[in-house]
């Protein structure tokens, strides 16, 4: 089973309508991305945007989540959510299986333009942000320890992930200060602990940034997605691949024979 997995789509239908024209080219079964697609953004929102594969989602933090929770019932649960024809989300903590691996997603991130958003709503009296973005303690808590999953899809990065990555020559950003406030660094805290449950996976995918790359850290190969306008924002994940390469370290850490 093949899976395309994307970065982030912000409701923008052109770069959605590449996105499928290279899962075709790719021979995808499945479009998954890893948040901020748009969800119930006026009339134009993702859930309405063509969908010739399956399409698989978590939440970022730029989605309606009013309208999202009343479509799914809860950000958080332990299973994927069928929302309408070849539309699935995952809310926070979800886990399922794909050819015998083992997927959890988690959703989620602070927004850092939430004050100009918020000046946007006073302007214009549209809602344009949610506080239901933030991912909440007692969400990574009611997770159960030792999942042992193989792939990790989240929105934003967990922190442990993020200081490899920083320290890697992938680290080409020029603004220091970009996501370091305390609020962004908590929710990256908090994906660490959803990294624990996960019992470190051999593989971890997120959006957030806008910035591809890929850090090789002792347990987890963690892969960054560009915003799905520009190059860099897909991850082709072959289970069978992912099963090899799994199988593999499992070798070298001696857990299989
Ligand atoms: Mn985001």
Known sequence: MRILVVGDVHGMRHDWKRVN?????LEADVIFCAGDVGFGWGT???ETFPRPKDVWFIDGNHENFDELERQ?????GSTPVKL????TYVPRGAIWEWD???FMGFGGASSIDKESRLIHEKMFGTKVWWEQELILKEQVDRLSHNQDVDVLITHDVP?????EWRKSPEWVIHDVSYKQDPISRNQRVLLDRVLERAVDPPIHLHGHWHLPHQTQTSYTLS???????GPGCGWVLDTGEVHKQFVAEADEWGRTT
């Not at 024209?21 to 080219?25: D, G, L, W």
């Not at 799914?72 to 958080?76: C, I």
């Open 223 to 229: 892969i960054g997605l560009a915003d799905c306008s």
């Open 44 to 46: 134009e929102g993702f």
């Open 100 to 102: 015998d691996l083992r």
């Open 159 to 163: 922190e442990k992930l993020f200081l």
């Open 72 to 76: 799914a019932g809860s950000l958080t």
């Open 21 to 25: 024209r290279e899962a075709v080219k």
């Open 84 to 87: 309408a024809e070849n539309l």
